[in-house]
Each structure stands twice: as structure tokens, then as C-alpha cells.
């Protein structure tokens, strides 16, 4: 006999634990599975802006996470060649500061948040496969990894480990961008999706400067993007995004490739002085941004099974966070009734790609690694030289300010001319690169409209 459960979820980090938390708030009975045994640590960026923070407190999980002890960045330093600005927040929900948190700590305190709130979470488990009951997923086939073979309805797998079914009104893929559960329903192909224009390689640092501990800071050198944010333990996370086509240069020997690359931007070598490397460096070559199809009958996909940016505007933990708990809040009261049930999730994908989209377009913009990084940097200077110019700036990476105001026309036009008065060797690649980005920003409506009507399109270089 399967288990029974009215809502099972593949994956227990930041979207998983959402979903569970507001639907064990609910009263619904919840199971989370995961591979993985926690506390593990996942290749991500992980940087939360006072919007995101904002999220964490909305879902109970702040003041569990602010014990782990990593420092409220209140400011933001925006630096280049000639150019420096730092600036503060505006508040959210009383919110005024961003938090840099290691994944592993992290994901463990959202997940006990959601076992805390009633759910009921299992590491070393994985789903195998969907029960399918006339076209309807009704629950999901998981292998206990765990060696533990506690549950009643499990039997032996040729594969290792137990099998066992539980039964579900509603099954949610929150398994990441390789979801196991996206593959199963079929919706592993993007709606709309873009190549990664730049690649990520992050390591930790032993950091020895007070002064900094409460800056989160960004230097674009050129076309080399370096970034340094203190989180917890004492450290902070320095983290590279050279342009794509320089991943064969850190192939050939990552460490030496990355303290190069340091030195390639003068106003991160400077704040790096004194500090350590503590750790191993983690690259991320390739992760093109996408939509999937992410809601169908009895099925839901959350987090970046079903919607993910580029990180180079580091959304994706406020984003999971976010959509998790409304998703649990959406589906809670209806999930007994199945025509209920699938308005319920493709009205919350329909808000999900509404209020995501216009940060989508524009992240895809700010991870090109070509010509245009350095109108990027001549827009950021622009921007950041009014008065609280950093903040406004700010305001965008909260999504409390629309991003296509910093996309402007005008604005776009002279950050043009000032690339090409400052960067003569650059010239031909910068006319290039906005010859491609007026096209792409020209096909962005169009591209929006198919996303929110359920067209389907290729993947974008």
C-alpha cells in the first residue's frame, strides 16, 4: 500500500522548504524527499538583496538565519576604472540590508523552518518515477537511499536501496535545474531560454577587513566582472564572471587562471589584500536562464525546476523563496478538488512568469560578457552618479523598481557614447554588441507575450 500524503515535494532546499512551510502551516500533510543528506552545500552564489531577506522573514525563517552569523550588508559598493559609488537600501517590510549565507547553513535552517511548521522531511531519498492516474500524477515512486528501509511499503530495487510510492493530490518538482520530476512530466524542454554569456568560478577567503564586513561590492574591469561579499564564518565569497569564451582559459589551470583574473581588476586585487583563499574554487561553465512549461495535472515545478536566471543579478534564492510560498498558499485550500487544483497552479505560473519575466530580459543583458559590458559600466556610472543613485540601483535588484527603467533608451544611448569615447581598442566589439542588444531588446515584448500565452522557442546564444 503507497503512503498517503496530500502534497509530496522532489527536493528540500530554498523552493522545496518554501511550498512545505506554507502548506504545513496550513495544516496539510507534507513529505519532502531529498538525496541529499543535509547539511550539503550546492553550487549557487548565494546572495540575498534586502528584497530577498525581506522573503526569508515572510516564511519564518529570518531569525533561524541570522543565527547562523553572517553579517547584514547594509551598503553596496559599485566600482570600475575612475569610477566609485556606495549606497544603502530602501527598506522592505522594515528590511534594509542584504545577506551573503553558505548554502549549506542555509538550506539546512529553511529546512527544519518547514520541519518546524509540521513537514515532514527525508534526506536519502529520490524520486524514481510518477504515479499516473488517467493522465493526472496522483504521487511518486522514491528509492530510500538512506540505507534506514524504515517505511512499510518499501521492497527491495536491483538498483540499491528501497522503493516505495506515495500517494499525492499534488506532486512538486522543486529538484533543481536537472529536476528528475521536470523529465517525468515532460516539461524538460524551455518555453523560452538564453546561453550564458558569462561563466562563474567562486571560492571563499579568510577576510582579515572589518571595514568591509557590511558591503556587498562589484568591480566591472572591461569585460571582467569580479564581485566580494562577506558571509558567515568569517569569510567572504569572492566571485568571478569573465566573459564564456575564456572557460578553456581556467581549464587549463583553474588556480592560476583565477588569481590572474583577480589581478585583471585592479579594485578587487586591492580589497582582496591581506586575504586568504580557504577553499577549493567551484566553476559554473554553463547555465543557460529558461522557462519550462511548469504546471499541468497534478503537477507543480518550483524553484529552478521550472524558472532560472543567470546569476549574475543573483535572484534565484529570492525567487524560489518567493513562488515557493505563494505556490503553498495558492494550492493549500483546493487541493481536494482537482479542477481547483489545476487552476490554482497555473494561475500561480501565470504570476510567476508575469512578475519575473522583465528580470529575466534584463539579467540576460547584464550577462553578456562581450562588447556590451563596458556600455554596462558607463550605464552603472551614469546611474550610480546621481544622488542616491546606488540606492535606485538597489531598488532594482530588490525588484522593487522596475529594471526596464535602467534600460531606457536615452540612458542606453549615452552610456553608448561614452563606451566608445573611453574604449578606442574596444570600438568594433562594443558596435557589434549593441547592433545585438537594441535587436534583442527590440524582441522582448514579442518574447514576453509568447512566454505568458505558452508559446515555445528556442534556446538563444
Known sequence: MAEQADVVIAGARCAGSAV???????????????????????VSTHLLFAGGVAELARIGALERVEKIGAPRLSRAFIGGPGHAADGSYTPIDGIDYGLCVRRAP????????????????????????????????????????????SHRSARGSDEGGQEYEISADLVVGADGRRSTVARLVGAERPRIAHANGRACYYAYYEDPHPEWRSTAAMWLTGRELGNAFPCDGGLSLVLLMPPVERVADFRGDLEAEFERTVGLIPGLAARLAGCRRSTRIVSSAEHPS????????????????????????????????RFGRLLGEG???????????????????????????????????????????????????????????????LDVYSRIRDPRETLALPGLLKATTRALWSGAGARPAIVRAVGDTLLELAGHRAEARRLLTGGVAAVRP
Open 106 to 149: 542555509l538550506d539546512t535552517a529553511l529546512a527544519e523552518t518547514a520541519r518546524e511548521a509540521g513537514a515532514e522531511i527525508r534526506h536519502g531519498h529520490r524520486v524514481t518515477g510518477i504515479i499516473w492516474r488517467d493522465g493526472r500524477a496522483m504521487g511518486v515512486r522514491v528509492r530510500d537511499q538512506s540505507g534506514r528501509g
Open 290 to 321: 529558461y522557462f519550462r512549461r511548469s504546471a499541468g495535472p497534478g503537477w507543480v515545478l518550483a524553484g529552478d525546476a521550472g524558472h532560472f536566471k543567470d546569476p549574475v543579478t543573483a535572484q534565484g534564492i529570492r525567487d524560489a523563496v
Open 331 to 393: 494550492v493549500a485550500s483546493v487541493l481536494d478538488d482537482p479542477a481547483a487544483l489545476d487552476r490554482a497552479t497555473r494561475a500561480w505560473e501565470r504570476t510567476r512568469d508575469a512578475q519575473c519575466v522583465d528580470t529575466y530580459h534584463w539579467t540576460n543583458l547584464l550577462s553578456r560578457g562581450d562588447g556590451l559590458a563596458h556600455v554596462q559600466f558607463e550605464l552603472l556610472r551614469a546611474l550610480t552618479e546621481r544622488p542616491d543613485g546606488v540606492r535606485r540601483v
Open 20 to 42: 512545505a512551510t506554507a502548506l504545513a502551516r496550513a495544516g496539510r500533510r507534507v513529505i519532502v524527499v531529498d538525496p541529499v543528506r543535509f547539511p550539503a552545500t550546492t
